[in-house]
């Protein structure tokens, strides 16, 4: 069979340390019921600089510049012992200041609701200007345009436009679309600007990075948590396409794709059967990242005297391509999958996603090099009481391995050291489901030293007061043989028509003689 390979990758970080005050959800909503808390008080002294950001190894690892054993290697808790003189580029993308973020913000805003002081604007592009990937790309920096008075955006926000600050002071606002439209709302509108734009930078380093004509993309598949419309459908979207507007995928179509957290993992298996189904031959599978999920466990850490670790938004982007017998398979045929009929229970789950595609693939649990589950980071889900994610994922595969004989109870520390990996994501949502450690995979399978990956995302849908069924999907990934043609020969079901024309043949001999 000729599986669709994994072409390229990027990831990308945004450090938002005045968005976690305005727009996180745990922030906005203390505000509203408890407006003099003493968490709101001490909350700007346990913020990070970007310096501090950057020097932090589970991002510098996001982005490529360190390897996830690295973690392992390096003291924790990592916020306590900072890596020196970091950078904020890397292999797989880069992490981007607040400044030049709301720049990007306006940038992408097709419909002026964005408006960004004469002062901010001349210094954020400047900035720009002297950027790696911005630099070449003047029709984007052209969109700052002159900027506008600050006492006409101080006016703004007084009517309910939602500010934008740079070090607690107003440099801008997004405004309201509509009278009455919640769905247009200036606090919506901006939600969706920064996952647009958050999308658009992963989208210009995967363009950048790994070296591609964006004219060749012709379809994208977006897999975020936020949506787009108005009062008439609030979910019509499409951030998609106009997200592939921004980057320069002019050849390219798309929709979008949801699931929680199993997003990614839904849309890369869409991407990789319409690559395979010959409908198009370079999709690209991409997602912004989240304000509502800034700080979202800042009340743990603030108690905890720890500074605020969740003050960055993330972003992906992966390119999907027809078989060019080097970068790595994606096995459509091994595919896992919690139906509705699974059962919520964690026996339950796991073995639908990663005991199902190993039987059908007759594998055993060891014979995946690397499990990629939720690979939230453990210094903020450990403090916030919800402890070290990946590693109970991991226990769970090891335990289904006890169970198969794949391995022996006492070799499930060992199968955790050798096939698992410690967290290193940020806990916004769909980013850290699966897909982190994707960039990774390809580098090593195109090194040679692994053979094959599984990506595992899991999404909680009971959130959404729909259901209350869980939902999760897996993919293995593996080393590419070599292209392989599709085969010439007689397919099952032209076998079946000949045989039956035979005997039809054969019938009506026998009923002439």
């Not at 996830?68 to 890397?90: I, M, S, T, V």
């Not at 949801?258 to 890369?268: D, E, N, S, Y």
Request: with cysteine; charged share 25%; proline share 5%.
């Amino acid at each position: 069979m000729n599986y669709p390979v994994v072409k390229g990758t990027s990831y990308i970080l945004v450090h938002a340390e005045d968005m976690v005050i305005q727009n996180g959800t745990t922030q906005t909503t203390e505000r509203v019921i408890n407006p003099d808390s003493e968490y709101l008080k001490k909350l700007p002294n346990h913020l990070r600089s970007f310096e501090e950001a950057v020097n932090y190894l589970p991002n510098q690892v996001y982005i490529g510049n360190h390897k996830p054993e690295d973690l392992r290697n390096h003291p924790q808790p990592w916020y306590q012992n900072p890596l020196e003189n970091a950078d904020r580029f890397g292999k797989f993308g880069e992490i981007m200041p607040e400044d030049e973020f709301v720049g990007l913000i306006k940038i992408v805003d097709v419909f002026d609701l964005v408006k960004l002081s004469k002062e901010f604007t001349a210094e954020v592009k400047a900035k720009l200007e002297a950027h790696p990937i911005f630099k070449d790309r003047e029709d984007l920096v052209a969109r700052l345009k002159e900027g506008d008075e600050l006492t006409d955006i101080e006016k703004l926000v007084e009517e309910g436009a939602e500010p934008l600050k740079i070090g607690g002071k107003l440099v801008g606002c997004v405004k309201k679309a509509h009278d009455v439209d919640e769905n247009l709302s200036a606090h919506v509108l901006l939600e969706n600007l920064v996952s647009k734009a958050s999308a658009v930078l992963a989208g210009l380093n995967l363009v950048v990075k790994n070296g591609i004509n964006p004219e060749e993309v012709e379809y994208v598949v977006e897999c975020s948590e936020e949506a787009c419309g108005d009062m008439n459908q609030r979910g019509g979207g499409n951030f998609a396409k106009a997200i592939a507007e921004m980057i320069g995928f002019k050849n390219a179509t798309g929709s979008d794709t949801r699931g929680f957290c199993a997003a990614p993992t839904h849309a890369l298996i869409v991407a990789a059967s319409l690559v395979q189904s010959g409908a198009f031959k370079n999709v690209v599978v991409i997602a912004g990242g989240s304000t509502a999920k800034l700080g979202m466990n800042g009340k743990n850490h603030v108690e905890k005297d720890m500074p605020i670790l969740e003050d960055v938004i993330g972003g992906f982007a992966v390119l999907v391509s027809e078989n060019d017998g080097v970068n790595p398979i994606l096995r459509t045929d091994l595919i896992g999958r919690h139906t509705v009929g699974t059962g919520s229970s964690p026996q339950a789950v796991m073995s639908a996603l990663v005991t199902a595609p190993l039987e059908k693939g007759n594998l055993k649990i060891t014979d995946i090099d690397k499990y990629s589950v939720e690979m939230q980071n453990p210094d903020v889900t450990k403090p916030a009481g919800a402890g070290d994610v990946p590693n109970a994922n991991y226990k769970m595969i090891g335990a289904l391995g006890v169970m198969r004989k794949d391995i022996e109870r006492a070799q499930i520390n060992d199968f955790i050291q050798e096939h698992g990996m410690e967290g290193w994501a940020p806990t916004q949502g769909h980013i850290p489901s699966g897909v982190p450690y994707l960039g990774f995979a390809r580098e090593e399978m195109l090194e040679g030293s692994i053979n094959k990956a599984m990506l595992v995302g899991k999404g909680s849908l009971f959130l959404g007061r729909m259901t209350n069924l869980f939902d999760g999907v897996s993919i293995i990934i593996e080393k590419n043989p070599g292209k392989v043609e599709e085969e010439k020969g007689v397919s099952e079901e032209e076998v079946r028509k000949l045989v039956a024309e035979a005997m039809r043949d054969f019938a009506s001999h026998l009923l002439q003689d």
